[in-house]
């Protein structure tokens, strides 16, 4: 009896199916990335480029990257923290008067003869103190952040024109003054940027690689059940807010020695522009998403935006506002009317395959 000798099945694949799947993995892959918010932003900055450079030469340059750089090194900052915060599905409008106070208190302590060494720290804790302040309104009164924060915006301004008034200081160490308008190691980057970096990488972290960071995404996409799973919902937005009103009296304090000039006025309207850069970054108003790496982004197409405009001879600097003001309302309508219709595309894909087995 011969033995039979195996034909292949039909249906057998061939070599070539596990090189096309992978081909398809890749293309799904490839389509996720480009759909990214963030490779939205990556777009728009290349796009910017483009522009700033046709309407000025000086546009890509070192210089235009240093003081561009510095202007925005405040709102950077605060944007880091703000992030946090609007991803727990809070907000806090407070954030430059918070940096105005700061200044004003580094006046007022160095009119009295106390060293900057001793100055800086105590800003930082009068900083803490003020969005604890928030905080404690939030969480233990239950008020919603956004009346409060109204509210503490003017309430921390005020107290800025009660410590200092309307006079302004300028006699600070030159030291220290150098630090915060110099370069790094003698390259084109400013110092401000280096701690910038320094703290947008300690955020990211805490915010992507940490589970305090997970319980802050799981507070803004549902804080109720946050609850329930056993969250410390309260502490945690508690220490958001602190943080917050923390980073904005570094913010006041890198922006006095820059300037080398401390004041009550300073800083405003930079809360918009913060908060335009968070949302902007792809942060949710709605909090519970949202990534450090789509914030720096918008920062940078914020930047470049102003920068442009301030080069450009031809065109007025109102429009730095109008430009804002549109790209805060972008950013809330963007990924709302992106989300929807993605919602729509799978309604109408789940629906295909049950029409397909009635009929």
């Keep these: ?14 070599p070539a199916a596990p090189a096309t799947g992978r081909r398809e993995d890749v293309a799904a892959r490839l389509r996720s990335a480009l759909g990214r918010w963030e490779a939205l932003l990556l ?31 405040e709102v950077a900052l605060m944007a880091l923290a703000l992030t946090l915060v609007i991803v727990a599905a ?5 954030v430059a008067s918070v940096l105005a106070l700061s200044s004003a208190l580094m006046a007022d302590l160095w009119n009295r003869g106390l060293p900057l060494e001793l100055i ?27 009346a409060v924060t109204i509210g503490t915006l003017a309430l921390f301004r005020g107290l800025a024109y009660v410590v200092i ?11 220290w003054t150098d630090r915060a308008f110099g370069n790094f190691a003698g390259t084109f980057v400013p110092n401000t940027m280096v701690l910038f970096a320094i703290l947008a990488v300690g955020f990211g972290v805490l915010l992507h690689a940490t589970p305090f960071g997970r319980s802050i ?55 918009l522009t913060a908060i335009t850069a968070v949302l902007l970054g792809g942060v949710s108003i709605f909090g519970g998403r949202g990534t450090i790496v789509g914030v720096i982004l918008a920062l940078l197409l ?21 430009v804002t003001g549109a790209l805060l309302v972008g950013s809330v309508l963007g990924p709302n009317i992106a989300r929807r219709v993605n919602e729509a595309r799978r309604r109408r894909s789940s629906q295909q395959p049950e029409e397909g087995q009635k009929s």
């Design 1 to 14: 009896m011969q033995a039979e000798t195996a034909t292949p099945h039909p249906s057998t694949p061939t």
């Design 43 to 73: 777009g728009l900055i290349v796009v910017t480029m483009i522009v700033g450079q046709s309407l000025s030469p000086e546009f890509l340059t070192t210089d235009s990257f240093t003081t561009g750089s510095l202007d925005f090194s």
């Design 90 to 94: 809070e907000i806090d409008l407070s």
């Design 120 to 146: 800086m720290p105590i800003c930082l804790v009068a900083g803490a103190l003020c969005g604890a302040f928030n905080g404690m309104l939030v969480t233990r009164l239950g008020l919603p952040s956004l």
């Design 165 to 175: 008034g309307d006079e302004s200081v300028t006699n600070f160490p030159v030291t």
């Design 217 to 271: 995404y799981a507070i803004g996409a549902n804080e109720e059940a946050s609850y329930f799973s056993g969250l410390r919902v309260k502490r945690i937005k508690l220490i958001l807010f602190t943080l917050s009103g923390t980073v904005a009296a570094l913010a006041g304090i890198v922006i006095t020695l820059r300037n080398s000039t401390a004041a009550a006025n300073v800083g405003q309207g930079f809360e």
């Design 302 to 322: 914020l930047g470049g935006i102003q920068k442009a405009l301030l080069l450009s001879e031809s065109i007025s600097s109102y429009w730095i506002q109008i």
